[in-house]
C-alpha cells in the first residue's frame, strides 16, 4: 500500500503498516490488527472518522522486553469448626445429626470462651500455659485478572517513506484507544404549531474503542503463548528518549520511543489459554501473518513482500527527488 492510500480508511480496506521497511526479511514479527467498532445506525460520529470501516494491520518487530504474565488469586480465611460441620451440612444434610456435631459446637463455644478471656488478660492467659490458638485459616480461590501487556518501540526513520509509515502507525494507535462521541436525537410529540419536537443530546455517549487482535509471524509464533483479543490502555509517545531534541530538515524527530499498555478482555482461563498456548493442539490460526493484506493481493512471499516494499521506497522517494539510499531530511 503506498503512502497515499495509508491516509484515508473506506469501508472495508485493509490499511497496512510497517516498521522497519525491511521488517519482512525477518523471521519472526507481531502484527497489531483493529477490529471494527459497533456500527451505530443513523448516528454520526462526532469526529467524522468511519471508525467501524475497514481494518488496520500494524507489523512492527518484536521488542527486546516481552513479558508473558499469568497469575490467579486466593485470600486466606478462617474456618471454625461449626463453619466446617455448616459446609458438611449442605454438602450432606444428614451429616449435621452426626457425632460430630455436637464436638463442633462445643468446639466452638470453648474457643470463643479461651478468645474472649485472652483479650481481657492482653494475651496472658494463652502465653501462661504456652499455647495459641489454632487460626484454622483455608486458602480460598477468588479469581483470575485480566492480563496486561507493555510494548516499547523505538523509531529511526532512515527515509521520508519510513517516518510517514511512524507518524500514520502512532496515529493509528492513539485513534484506535480512543473513543468516539455521538450526539442522539430524542423525538418527541408534535409541537401546537405540526413540527416535530427533538432533543438532541450532544457528545452524550461514548462508543467504544477499537479491540486489538495482537500475534505473532514466523517460528516464533509456533513455540510461544499468543495473545488473547485486547483493548490498547495507554500509547505514550516520547520524541527525546532522554537525549536532547533533534529533528531532520523538515521537523521530522530523528527518534521516536513508543510505549503502549493493552489489557486483554477476556479472562485467561483454561478454555481460553488452549486458543493461544502451542502445545495445547488447538491454538487458533493467525489472521494477519504473513502480511495479511499484501497476501490478499497475490499471496505473495515474504521476500516477494520484502522486493515490493523496496520498489515502492524507491518510487516514493524518487517522485520527491530524494537518493533511495538515504533521504534524511
Known amino acids: 500500500m503506498t503512502?497515499?492510500?495509508?491516509?484515508?480508511?473506506?469501508?472495508g480496506e485493509v490499511?497496512?503498516?510497517?516498521?522497519?521497511?525491511?521488517?519482512?526479511?525477518?523471521?519472526?514479527?507481531?502484527?497489531f490488527a483493529t477490529r471494527k467498532r459497533v456500527k451505530r445506525a443513523d448516528i454520526k460520529s462526532q469526529s467524522g472518522i468511519t471508525s467501524s470501516g475497514g481494518e488496520t494491520v500494524i507489523h512492527l518487530?518484536?521488542?527486546?522486553?516481552?513479558?508473558?504474565q499469568a497469575n490467579v488469586q486466593y485470600k486466606n480465611e478462617g474456618v471454625s469448626?461449626?463453619?466446617r460441620t455448616l459446609g458438611g451440612f449442605f454438602q450432606d444434610p444428614s451429616s449435621v445429626f452426626g457425632e460430630g456435631t455436637g464436638q463442633a459446637i462445643g468446639d466452638t463455644a470453648a474457643k470463643f470462651v479461651t478468645k474472649m478471656a485472652d483479650g481481657l488478660t492482653g494475651g496472658a492467659l494463652t502465653a501462661s500455659v504456652g499455647i495459641a490458638q489454632n487460626?484454622?485459616?483455608?486458602?480460598m480461590f477468588e479469581g483470575v485478572g485480566f492480563r496486561s501487556w507493555n510494548f516499547t518501540y523505538e523509531f529511526y526513520p532512515k527515509s521520508r517513506f519510513e517516518a510517514d509509515q511512524v507518524n500514520q502507525i502512532i496515529y493509528n494507535f492513539r485513534n484506535a484507544m480512543l473513543p468516539d462521541s455521538f450526539s442522539f436525537n430524542i423525538k418527541a410529540d408534535k409541537e401546537a404549531n405540526g413540527d416535530e419536537a427533538a432533543t438532541i443530546l450532544q457528545d452524550a455517549f461514548f462508543n467504544y474503542p477499537n479491540v486489538f487482535d495482537i500475534e505473532f509471524s514466523g517460528p516464533v509464533a509456533d513455540k510461544i503463548d499468543g495473545f488473547l483479543p485486547s483493548v490498547c490502555t495507554k500509547c505514550d509517545v516520547d520524541h527525546t528518549g532522554g537525549q536532547k531534541f533533534s529533528v531532520y530538515e523538515d521537523g521530522q524527530p530523528i527518534k521516536t520511543t513508543m510505549t503502549l499498555e493493552f489489557m486483554e478482555i477476556r479472562l485467561l482461563t483454561q478454555n481460553n489459554y488452549q486458543s493461544i498456548s502451542n502445545v495445547s493442539g488447538q491454538k487458533r490460526d493467525n489472521r494477519y501473518s504473513p502480511a495479511q493484506g499484501y497476501m490478499d493481493r497475490g499471496g505473495q512471499t515474504r521476500e516477494q513482500i520484502s522486493d515490493?516494499?523496496?520498489?515502492?521506497?524507491?518510487?516514493?522517494?524518487?517522485?520527491?527527488?530524494?537518493?533511495?539510499?538515504?533521504?534524511?531530511g
Open 308 to 328: 515490493n516494499w523496496n520498489d515502492i521506497t524507491k518510487k516514493t522517494l524518487g517522485a520527491l527527488g530524494i537518493p533511495s539510499d538515504g533521504g534524511k
Open 81 to 83: 469448626s461449626l463453619q
Open 61 to 68: 518487530y518484536i521488542p527486546d522486553t516481552l513479558l508473558s
Open 15 to 31: 490499511i497496512d503498516l510497517i516498521y522497519p521497511q525491511e521488517l519482512f526479511s525477518n523471521e519472526n514479527y507481531i502484527t
Open 3 to 11: 503512502k497515499t492510500a495509508c491516509k484515508s480508511n473506506p469501508d
Open 135 to 139: 487460626p484454622m485459616r483455608e486458602m
